[in-house]
């Protein structure tokens, strides 16, 4: 079984995944969505710079430009975002899978099948099941036209259902009834690989009480466990949002607390720090009570790159705390590591 994250295509993740381990690279099929920034002059540009700096070799990539708008970035009667980035990509010899869905546009559709010719890794289609985003074929007819625009069998496509958005445990098990009701309905067809992938991070940290860690229960885990126990053909691969909330937010303004998003198994630690210290050094206290705290693992620094910088920070090897990007680099790092090791060893996520 794979772990499929769906990731924010930001400093901090790309971050994590160029020092992911050989065992967690060779079990992920990770998904990079490409975030709008419109403090960046140009977005696609830094986004495959971070690519190209970060992936490690022979890993594919897969990109998601769903959050854009689909506009010519590029001269000619083809060339918006998800070309733009494919051939930008190709020239830095990384490999890419681009993700489609059912209401992308024509030319949209158009520019997917010339990026998966040209990278020859097939695609992704992306099915969302959230009530207020559903996008599922309605017949096998809408299915083979969507297949026949982008050029590809089904053999060539990995299939992602995400539901989206878990946000309690009585709207998981609503959601559960749509994965499933999706999987029976469309899984028949021969995709190269199923994946079912869910969200259960809260929207920011804002709520958050300081000083302490916050259990959060990680819903988007027992919402793939009760689809694994509940649906009768084969397993699916198990994704999730890594440490974010799954839908794109807009960019947040100003200097985050000290924080840091720590996966625990069923849980996410979440650890909020006032601003006591100057600069980020509150961070250094953080990483005290969380290094001498149950929720370490016994592992310790060699569970995850990011565990390491967390140890360091703790016994003050560093000169600095680091910010919200190396925060937010060391926690998905950590739950990269935990997440892959819990499939390998039992299974489960």
Known sequence: M?????????????????????????????????????????????????AMEHVPNGM??????????????????????VLRVGESLIQRGIAMRPVFRCTDPGDALVEIARVAEAHQNGACLRLTTA?????????????????????????????????????????????????IGVLSSIARWPWRAVCVAAGAFPVNLAGFPRGVATAVAREDA???????????????DFGDFGVTYPRVQPKSRGTPDPNMRYTTGTEWQVYVYPRLRTGNDDFFVLSQDLVSSTHWPATGASTS????????????QRRKAGGGTEWRAWGTSHHLAVVTNHLATVGRP
């Open 305 to 316: 790159w990011g565990d390491e910088r967390l140890a360091e920070c703790a016994q003050r």
């Open 2 to 50: 794979a772990y499929v994250p769906i990731l924010k295509g930001k400093a901090g993740e790309f971050l994590a995944l160029g020092h992911a381990s050989q065992e967690v690279q060779e079990q992920i099929r990770p998904v990079m969505e490409v975030v709008p920034d419109f403090d960046l002059r140009d977005l696609l540009e830094t986004f495959c710079d971070h």
């Open 131 to 179: 009530v207020d985003l559903s996008d599922v074929p309605h017949d096998n007819r809408q299915m083979r036209d969507l297949l026949r625009r982008v050029r590809l069998a089904p053999e060539e496509i990995d299939l992602l259902v995400d539901a989206g958005p878990v946000r309690s445990t009585h709207a998981r098990k609503f959601l559960v009834e749509g994965v």
């Open 60 to 81: 594919v990539l897969t990109v998601d430009c769903g959050a854009l708008p689909f506009v010519r970035v590029l001269e000619g009667d083809v060339g918006g975002p």
């Open 222 to 236: 027992n919402l793939w466990l009760e689809v694994a126990e509940r649906w009768g053909g084969p397993q699916p």
